[in-house]
């Protein structure tokens, strides 16, 4: 029985390509002309995984939620993205096919299976290079910065691409085109990124072994989030061996914020697609120096004069757990609480406010909470260790004065 094809790939073959499990022999070409447009025939298939992450997001309580704002954002950059080739093949294949033409060294076949898997390698490690410099470089950060802009993270997120980043993204390839042939090259692009929707989930947690060898959820999650753990980590494309082979490798811990570290609070398209540009030209005439002016450009967006090349993570603001905002909750409602009691100067007044300074205490000394200035951090500790000694001897005298009462 043949199978069933959905614009002319078979259902089984749309499924592969999603997880880059295409063979050689099925996706070898002899020209660029013969290559099959993976990524608009993909539509149907993200599609149906967009939904099916819908309902199991439904049925699972702490399912991923997809806001509908945001995903019409998420999909108005997708189409944007997409405009520039309805007018002209893509800039990294028109430059790849230029070197390819004047400036090859050798020519490798293109129906071999080793020139086949060189592509598979070359263009993966060629990505993580490129999605690297995306953010150490500001100017290019400019561009990259709109696929992070989303604080949700789902299948809706990966079609949140930059109209602009392929100008940047073609040089990362060339090398390549010294000796593999361009309708190799087609292939492998295409793959690339049709391989990294799908990890846009929370629904799947952990893949065992394959976490050491593959780009999963898990690690991609991690990419996208602002909690300083995650920053400038897990860069790859299919392969995680690249982040663990350069050090920018950190697997998933803490539960991850997502977005921005400032973050941009729009859903307007061309906002989100072009404020960063404005900005990066606002700061360069406003830095003091030639030297200055180059390093936003072409230094990292945290970086700042006096600061390291990628910034200092201390600048990043701090994200808050879920146990900081439940115990400063509980704090700020237990303080409330002690100062009614001490308008009204009820007897167990003092027993609230001990409560309070000894919340107060191990919630600086464990960490949850730190005084704007940190030379305060002594003695404004050493102040509510006194007052807590003094409201405990007030406990104590009451107790006391009780039993006194009750004798």
């Known amino acids: 029985m043949a199978q069933v094809e959905v614009n002319n790939v078979t259902v089984s073959q749309g499924v592969r390509m999603l997880f880059s499990l295409m063979t050689p022999n099925e996706s070898s070409f002899a020209t660029v002309q013969e290559v099959p447009t993976y990524v ?47 007018m002209m093949r893509s800039l990294e294949l028109s430059s790849y096919i230029y070197v390819w033409n004047n400036f090859r060294l050798l020519e490798l076949p293109w129906d071999s299976a080793w ?3 060189l592509a598979f390698f070359g263009v993966d490690m060629g990505y993580y290079w490129f999605h690297r410099f995306a953010h150490e470089l500001n100017i290019l950060w400019a561009a990259h910065q709109v696929h992070h802009s989303s604080e949700y993270y789902n299948l809706s ?121 404005p900005y990066l030209w606002q700061r360069f005439w406003e830095a003091e120096g030639i030297s200055n002016k180059l390093s936003v450009i072409f230094k990292g967006p945290g970086w700042t004069p006096g600061k390291p090349r990628l910034g200092d993570i201390a600048d990043i603001p701090q994200i808050l757990s879920e146990m900081t905002v439940l115990l400063l909750t509980a704090y700020v409602l237990l303080s409330l609480t002690s100062l009614g009691f001490l308008i009204d100067q009820r007897a167990n007044a003092a027993e609230m406010e001990m409560l309070r300074c000894v919340l107060i205490m191990a919630l600086q000394r464990f960490g949850y909470i730190k005084p704007l200035v940190p030379l305060l951090a002594f003695p404004i500790e050493a102040f509510v260790l006194i007052s807590a000694v003094y409201w405990s001897l007030q406990c104590v005298n009451q107790r006391i004065n009780r039993m006194k009462k009750q004798n």
């Open 157 to 277: 997120t990966a079609l949140r691409q930059s109209v602009t980043v392929q100008f940047s993204s073609w040089a990362f390839y060339l090398p390549l085109a010294l000796a593999v042939p361009p309708s190799v090259f087609a292939v492998h692009i295409q793959l690339n990124l049709l391989y990294q929707f799908w990890i846009h989930t929370e629904l799947v947690k952990d893949l065992g072994p394959l976490e050491w060898i593959l780009n999963t959820p898990s690690h991609h999650r991690v990419h996208h989030g602002r909690n300083p753990y995650c920053i400038d980590k897990n860069y790859a494309g299919i392969l995680i061996i690249w982040d663990r082979m350069f050090g920018t490798f950190a697997p998933e811990s803490d539960q991850v914020v997502y977005g921005l570290t400032y973050p941009i609070s729009t859903f307007e398209i061309w906002t989100v697609e072009f404020l960063y540009y």
């Open 115 to 117: 020139t086949w898997w």
């Open 40 to 86: 608009s025939q993909a539509t149907p298939y993200f599609t149906g995984l967009i939904l099916l992450e819908i309902v199991l997001g439904w049925l699972k309580t702490d399912g991923p939620r997809i806001k509908i704002n945001d995903f019409i954002t998420s999909l108005s950059a997708g189409m944007m993205s997409r405009l520039p080739q309805l």
